[in-house]
Every structure is written in C-alpha cells, then in structure tokens.
C-alpha cells in the first residue's frame, strides 16, 4: 500500500468539476511538506500538472488547481474534458524513510 | 527542449543483472539532481533512487542493497545498476529530473524502459 492515499476512481461528467484527495500523516503532508501532482495520460509518461501545493508549471490551464490542509491536499478540475481522462498521482516527501520521495496509489478519472 | 531518454530495458531472468541508461538533454545536466521511478503493469509510481549534483545517494528499501544509482555528468547521463532482479521488479522505469529548488518534485520525465524479469 501506498503512504500517501487517493481514491482509486473518480468521475464526472464534460464541464462538471471533481476533486481528487490525497490523504498523508503527520510525516509527510501533516509535517509542512509540499503536495505535487502527476497526470499520467493512457501509455505515456508521467507529467508534472501542479508542484508545491498550488503552483501550475507553464502550459498548464487554470483549470487545474491544488490545494493543501494538515495532512491532507485535493487535486481540483473544473470545466471536465474528455482529454482529462487520465490517472492522477498526488507525490510528497516523508521524512520517516530513508529520504524517501513518496506517491499516492493514483486515481482513475473517468469522464463520463 | 528537456530530454530524457530511457534506454536498456529488456528480458532477465531472476537473479539475473540489467544497466538501465537516461541520456540528458536541454539543460544542463550537472546542476540538478537525478531520479529513478518505476511502475510496475497496472499498478502506481515508485520512487527508487536519487542522486544529488554532488552525488549524493539514496535508495528506498526495495532496492538498497541491490541497485546502484550513477551519473556521468560528462556524458549527460543517468545510470540504474540493477542486480539480483527479482520477478517482482518487472516494471517500467522511469528516469526523473529534480527541481532545482529542493521541493522534492519531479519536472521532466523520459518516456520509460521496460524490465521485464522472467524465466
């Protein structure tokens, strides 16, 4: 199992908004550390979508947005589009391991 | 543009040893900190090594011991040494640049090798 938890699935249906939680402990999120998220469309490669809680790197639309609170943070999208059918992993960092670089298990977006 | 292009994947057997390759461009490679992650099918992100620009080291439990993180700044590169490969270690790997300003993200991706260990 993974240290940081997402929700296995989520959906929505086209311009409808959904939220994507990530859920931590007091040794990554709860300990001050930031939340960055992935998505990772269909047979490609990871990409960086928001990075320190609330930051979105160029080129990504403000549609997507982050949020963090304790030990917890959400994955925000608003206007769903097909195109945003993809797997989202939230990644901290947890100062319990051996410097260890964590991920959520990822969520499955279906639109519907 | 930044580019990393993962290289070496293959068919081992169990117990058996694999070098996996990112060759980097786009930016300059001896700045930043480097990563492996790996996505085993159907299943989620691993991190599993990072090496700093000073070549510093670390490893999560499933491979300490076993595989051995390098880079050669001179040649751009980023290395996986793999050995006594397991079934379970059967994934795609990824290699990962670090963010310059020590928030433990990753910004760019290559496009991943595929290991796959198998009798």
């Known amino acids: 199992q993974s240290v940081l938890t997402q929700p296995p699935s989520v959906s929505g249906a086209p311009g409808q908004r959904v939220t994507i939680s990530c859920t931590g402990s007091?040794?990554?999120?709860?300990?001050?550390?930031?939340v960055h998220w992935y998505r990772q469309l269909p047979g490609t490669a990871p990409k960086l979508l928001i990075y320190?809680?609330?930051n979105r790197p160029s080129g990504v639309p403000d549609r997507f947005s982050g949020s963090k609170s304790g030990t917890s943070a959400s994955l925000a999208i608003t206007g769903l589009q097909a195109e945003d059918e993809a797997d989202y992993y939230c990644?901290?960092?947890?100062?319990?391991?051996?410097?260890?670089?964590?991920f959520g298990g990822g969520t499955k977006l279906t639109v519907l | 543009e930044v580019q990393l292009v993962e290289s070496g994947g293959g068919l081992v057997q169990p117990g058996g040893s694999l070098r996996l390759s990112c060759a980097a461009s786009?930016?300059?490679?001896?700045?930043?900190?480097m990563n492996w992650v790996r996505q085993a099918p159907g299943k989620g992100l691993e991190w599993l090594s990072y090496?700093?620009?000073?070549?510093?080291?670390y490893y999560a439990d499933s491979v300490k011991g076993r595989f051995t993180i390098s880079r050669d700044d001179a040649k751009t590169s980023l290395y996986l040494q793999m050995n006594s490969l397991r079934v379970d270690d059967t994934a795609v790997y990824y290699c990962?640049?670090?963010?310059?300003?020590?928030?433990?993200?990753?910004?760019?991706w290559g496009q991943g090798t595929l290991v796959t260990v198998s009798s």
């Open positions: 990644q901290s960092y947890d100062s319990s391991l051996s410097d260890s670089r964590v």
């Open positions: 990962a640049r670090g963010d310059s300003g020590g928030w433990y993200y990753f910004d760019y």
């Open positions: 786009g930016f300059t490679f001896s700045n930043y900190e």
């Open positions: 090496i700093s620009n000073s070549e510093t080291i």
């Open positions: 007091s040794s990554n999120i709860g300990a001050g550390y930031d």
């Open positions: 320190g809680n609330i």
